[in-house]
């Protein structure tokens, strides 16, 4: 859904965003893109921009997303009927693209820029969206993110293959704890705490 905003600019504002050549657009379009920029540049703000990109390629990533989960119905480790030669190329693909660090020869994990924003994402796609479970949303973060590191030159295959590897092999752990701490809260609300009577002297 699209929301119009009217926004009464002073000559020289006016003046000053339309001589703005580093800005793409026309008119209400380079606000539209200073917005964007903003966001870009300011820490505490990337949450929302990955949520605005996350929104505009959600039928892609959904897409992805039945890919990864296809990848599963025979099978519970999908990795494991993999030739090491398509491991070791996918591994160079997200090596290349920095999602993936080697640490030292023929050991990976993936990058701190990587894991740092999938945690984010993690956080914010389950809270988003309260009746996806948590692997599906450490799949869709994941999935976002290799999309982003990629820059639009990998396959479809590729991320949802780069996506099975990761998740399987480091991010999972973490949507595993958020699982467990879910549960947990949910069953200190179902059963709180009987107390504990104090005996009279």
């Given at each position: 859904m699209n929301r119009y905003l009217i926004v009464a600019l002073t000559d020289l504002e006016y003046k000053i965003i339309k001589n703005l050549n580093t800005v793409e657009g026309e008119g209400g379009e380079k606000l539209r893109t200073l917005l964007r920029l903003y966001l870009s540049t300011r820490p505490e703000l990337r949450s929302s921009e990955y949520t605005l990109?996350?929104?505009?390629?959600?039928?892609?990533?959904?897409?992805?997303?039945?890919?990864?989960?296809?990848?599963?119905?025979?099978?519970?480790?999908?990795?494991?009927?993999?030739?090491?030669?398509k491991i070791n190329r996918l591994t160079g693909d997200l090596v290349e693209i920095n999602a993936l660090a080697e640490i030292c020869q023929d050991v990976f994990m993936p990058a701190n820029k990587f894991r740092t924003l999938f945690k984010m994402l993690l956080h914010d796609i389950a809270t988003e969206s309260r009746d996806m479970d948590e692997y599906s949303a450490a799949c869709m973060a994941t999935i976002q993110l290799v999309m982003e590191f990629g820059n639009g030159v990998m396959s479809k295959e590729t991320i949802r293959d780069g996506t099975i590897l990761i998740n399987e092999g480091w991010m999972f752990t973490y949507a595993t704890a958020m699982k467990r701490a879910r549960e947990f809260m949910k069953n200190r609300k179902m059963f709180p705490a009987a107390q504990i009577p104090v005996p009279e002297h």
């Open positions: 990109r996350r929104s505009e390629n959600k039928k892609e990533i959904e897409e992805i997303l039945q890919h990864v989960w296809d990848a599963y119905e025979d099978t519970d480790y999908p990795v494991e009927n993999w030739n090491e030669d």
